[in-house]
C-alpha cells in the first residue's frame, strides 16, 4: 500500500473532510473571500479610510467625486474638551473627529491668520474666502481674545491653560498636521463620505445578520427537528404543522411582517430573517433523525438505559451535523440577500448606518448616469459575500460526502 493511501488510512472523518476540502479551489476562494471580510469588520475603523463612527464624516462640497479623486483638506480644531473614549470604544465603534474638515483650493498666511478658498469642484473654483486665526485652527479656544506681542501669540485653551507660542512654530505646526492631501480611492457618495470607508463598514452588518440569524436558526430546527424526528407521533405531527405553515408563507413577505411587528432597527433585522430561516434546518435534522434513530447504535444506547437526551445529543446529533453546516452556509447567504433587500426598501438597519443594500437605495438613480459604479459597487460586494457562501456550503458538501471515493484507499 502507498505512503499517501496509508496516511489517509490513519486520518479521522474531519481530516479527510478537510484534505478534500483543501483540494476544492472555489472552496478555498470563498474562504478567502470569507476570512478577509472577517478581517475587515475585526478590524473595523482601525483599517478604514475614514475611522468616524459609522465613516460618516461628511463634507458636502465633495460629493459624488469620482474614484481616485484628492483634494486639499484643512483641519480646525473644534472648541469643546476633549472626550474621554475607552480603547474599546475606539477600536470597534471609531473616533469622532477633534476638528472640523473644510476642502480648499487655495491658501495663503497673511500674519496671524489663514486665508483659505474653499474647494467647489467647479471648473472655475469661485469658492467662498474665509479667514482663520493660526491659533484657533492648532487650539480649542476657550475665547476669541488672541493677544499678538513680538511674533508671539497669547491666548487660553478650552481646558483653562495659557499657551504663549510663536506665529512661526504655529504656522508650522499647521503646514505639517492640519494641510493634508485626502485622496478617495472609490470616490464620495451623495453626502461627501468615502465611499470605500462606507463599504468596508457595510461589512459588518452583513456578517453579523448572516451569524445571528444563522444561530437562531440552529437553535430552533435543530430543537423542533430533532423532537420531531425522534419521538414521532403526535409531536410529530403538530410541528410538521407548523413547519409547512411557516414553509407556505414567502420568506421576504414573513421577514417583513415581523420586522414591521418589531419595529425598524438592526436588530429586529437579526431576529427577523432568523426566525424565519429555521425551517429548512428542522426539515433535514427531522428527515436525518428519522433514519438514524432506527440505527443499531441508537438501539444500544437504549439498552443500556441512557435517557433519550443523551442519545439526542450526543449520538446522533453529531451524526446530523454534516448535512446542517451546510444548509447553514446557504442560509448564511440568504440571510446576507434578505437583510440588503430590507435596507434597499428602507425597513432594515437605519441611517446613518452603513448597510450595502442601503447603499444601493440611496445611488440608485446614478445608474443612469455617468456615476453608476455608486450603485454597481455595493452591488458586487454583495455578490461576492453571497458567491463565498455558496461556494464554500458547496465544497464542505462535497467533502463530507461518503460516496466520494477520489481519494480514498482502493481495495
Request: aromatic share 10%; hydrophobic share 50%.
Amino acid at each position: 500500500m502507498s505512503k499517501d493511501k496509508k496516511d489517509i488510512q490513519s486520518k479521522s472523518l474531519s481530516q479527510i473532510a478537510w484534505h478534500r476540502l483543501k483540494k476544492n479551489k472555489l472552496a478555498l476562494f470563498g474562504l478567502f473571500i470569507i476570512f478577509s471580510a472577517i478581517l475587515i469588520a475585526v478590524l473595523g475603523p482601525n483599517i478604514r479610510p475614514d475611522g468616524t463612527p459609522l465613516s460618516n464624516d461628511q463634507i458636502l462640497e465633495i460629493t459624488t467625486q469620482k474614484p481616485g479623486f484628492t483634494v486639499d483638506i484643512l483641519k480646525v480644531k473644534k472648541n469643546q474638551k476633549e472626550k474621554n473614549i475607552s480603547f474599546w470604544e475606539i477600536f470597534s465603534v471609531g473616533e469622532e473627529n477633534d476638528f472640523s474638515t473644510v476642502p480648499i483650493y487655495d491658501y495663503n498666511f497673511e500674519g496671524v491668520n489663514l486665508v483659505i478658498e474653499k474647494y467647489t469642484g467647479n471648473k472655475v473654483n469661485n469658492g467662498q474666502i474665509k479667514k482663520y486665526n493660526i491659533a484657533n485652527i492648532v487650539y480649542a479656544i476657550d475665547h476669541n481674545d488672541i493677544i499678538e506681542s513680538n511674533g508671539f501669540l497669547d491666548f487660553y485653551t478650552i481646558d483653562g491653560g495659557k499657551q504663549h507660542i510663536a506665529i512661526e512654530e504655529l504656522v508650522s505646526m499647521i503646514k505639517e498636521n492640519n494641510l493634508v492631501t485626502k485622496k478617495y480611492y472609490l470616490g464620495t457618495d451623495k453626502y461627501g463620505r468615502d465611499l470605500l470607508s462606507r463599504l468596508m463598514a457595510g461589512t459588518w452588518i452583513s456578517l453579523f445578520v448572516g451569524f445571528i440569524s444563522v444561530f437562531i436558526s440552529l437553535v430552533i430546527g435543530i430543537t423542533l427537528g430533532a423532537l420531531s424526528g425522534y419521538y414521532r407521533g403526535w409531536l410529530d405531527d403538530i410541528i410538521m404543522w407548523f413547519i409547512n405553515v411557516v414553509w407556505s408563507i414567502p420568506t421576504l413577505l414573513l421577514v417583513i411582517a415581523i420586522t414591521m411587528a418589531l419595529g425598524k432597527g438592526t436588530w429586529q433585522v437579526f431576529i427577523a430573517v432568523g426566525l424565519t430561516m429555521w425551517v429548512e434546518v428542522a426539515r433535514v435534522v427531522r428527515g436525518q433523525m428519522l433514519s438514524l434513530r432506527e440505527k443499531e447504535f441508537v438501539e444500544a444506547g437504549r439498552a443500556l438505559g441512557f435517557t433519550n437526551a443523551r442519545i439526542i445529543f450526543k449520538h446522533i446529533l453529531p451524526n446530523v451535523l454534516g448535512p446542517v453546516i451546510v444548509i447553514s452556509a446557504i442560509n448564511f447567504a440568504a440571510a446576507i440577500l434578505i437583510e440588503a433587500g430590507l435596507s434597499f426598501l428602507g425597513i432594515g438597519a437605519q441611517p446613518p448606518l452603513a448597510t450595502w443594500g442601503k447603499i444601493i437605495a440611496e445611488h440608485k438613480g446614478y445608474i443612469i448616469t455617468g456615476k453608476a459604479y455608486l450603485a454597481i459597487l455595493p452591488g458586487f460586494a454583495i455578490i461576492f459575500m453571497v458567491l463565498a457562501f455558496v461556494l464554500v456550503g458547496n465544497g464542505v458538501r462535497d467533502a463530507l460526502d461518503s460516496k466520494s471515493v477520489d481519494d480514498m484507499p482502493s481495495v
